[in-house]
């Protein structure tokens, strides 16, 4: 392996290995995980979505603010396991504090900001007074990749530091497409996107920017796979999230485990977008056209069913139930390698056996 590893230079950083966990929201990657992934020579990621929920800043009124604080809290966290490992935030462009996010996760000394669900087209905006502040679009087409990087050099003279490709077909969470049937396009794999996206940057833009494979990759012969498809790194989430560093409740880790391959589903979530789950008691329901309304914590997303009809539920508060390991209630978001967790591992030994 060690003669084909690329190294992954992104901005100013360059980890141990060219490895980035992925960020999982709501609190599935909080500071232990991704503390641990930065001491063990990765890229550790915190999710900033719903952090709010269970930090001691909530009081149920003032969810903003108090996510602001509690990101600054896991990032404090995080870097006392980490040393001087790299950390980054993802901040997703859907959340309707989104700026909010950024600007937190750059006064509370994250290394990286790590962003989709939308096009990040005002990201460097809002990491101005932090130009150390490495930036990663997510993006699932080299179309997406070619705006953002266009309007960037227009707008703030600024480029990508890494791209994440992120494909939907076996990614976990929301899937970075718009329409159902595009989750299994082959338009949208990574053998598709990743080398035209690598040649588009090398030979038409002249931009050396790594681009960064996501969505299926679980052990080394997928990362290599991944290195030869021109990726000079990969992103993981479902296989760190059932790790004994995992910051989910073990409920939560046992329903990864659990999992068959007919319990993994598609669902359209309140956002409008697909997404990967675990079939549970809700999201059967769910699929079966009945609702259990969950009340709105907050307004979090610009663009959300529940706000405007009523008809769907709350996914701040269905993904806080599932964090909290209420099986009956929650959304279990996975991504189709969720199957091959049999067992909690240690951060440490994954790292290992994939670089080492
Ligand atoms: C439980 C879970 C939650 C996720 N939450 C987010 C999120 O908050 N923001 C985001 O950009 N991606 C999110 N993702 C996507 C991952 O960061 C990652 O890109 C993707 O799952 C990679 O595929 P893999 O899980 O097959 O390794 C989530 C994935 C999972 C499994």
Not at 31 to 60: E, M, Q, R, W
Not at 219 to 233: I, M, N, S, T
Not at 263 to 281: F, K, M, Q, T
């Amino acid at each position: 392996m060690n003669k084909k590893r690329p190294v992954l230079k992104i901005g100013k950083y360059e980890p141990r290995f060219p490895l980035i966990q992925g960020g999982m929201g709501v609190g599935m990657s909080g500071p232990v995980l991704a503390g641990t992934v930065a001491k063990f020579g990765g890229v550790g990621t915190i999710a900033s979505v719903g952090l709010a929920c269970n930090s001691p800043h909530y009081d149920g009124t003032n969810y903003f603010e108090a996510n602001q604080l509690a990101i600054k809290d896991a990032l404090k966290k995080a870097r006392a396991i980490s040393g001087d490992g790299v950390i980054a935030v993802n901040c997703m462009v859907a959340l309707t504090d989104y700026e909010l996010h950024v600007k937190a996760s750059c006064e509370g000394g994250a290394d990286m900001i790590i962003s989709g669900a939308g096009l990040p087209l005002k990201l460097p905006a809002y990491t101005a007074d932090h130009p150390d502040v490495a930036l990663i679009p997510i993006v699932s087409s080299k179309k997406a990749a070619d705006l953002i990087i266009r309007r960037w050099e227009k707008q703030y003279k600024r480029l990508p530091d890494g791209l994440v490709v992120e494909t939907p077909k076996y990614a976990g969470g929301h899937l970075g497409v718009l329409k159902m049937e595009q989750v299994e396009d082959d338009a949208f794999t990574l053998e598709t996107v990743v080398p035209e996206l690598v040649e588009y940057l090398k030979k038409e833009a002249g931009l050396d920017i790594p681009v960064i494979a996501a969505g299926g990759i679980w052990d080394r012969q997928d990362v290599e796979k991944a290195f030869e498809l021109g990726a000079r790194g990969v992103q993981m989430a479902t296989r760190f999230a059932c790790t004994y560093e995992g910051d989910a409740s073990d409920r939560f880790k046992q329903a990864y485990i659990d999992a068959k391959e007919e319990d993994v589903v598609l669902i359209e979530s309140p956002a409008g977008l697909p997404g990967r789950a675990i079939r549970n008691p809700f999201v059967n329901d769910y699929l079966e056209g009945h609702v259990k309304s969950k009340p709105c914590i907050a307004n979090c997303l610009t663009h959300c069913r529940y706000k405007k009809t009523r008809e769907t539920f709350c996914i701040a508060q269905a993904l806080v139930d599932a964090f909290n390991g209420n099986w009956e209630e929650g959304l279990f978001f996975c991504g189709s390698n969720v199957v091959k967790a049999t067992k909690l591992e240690r951060v440490e030994d994954i790292i290992r056996e994939l670089f080492e």
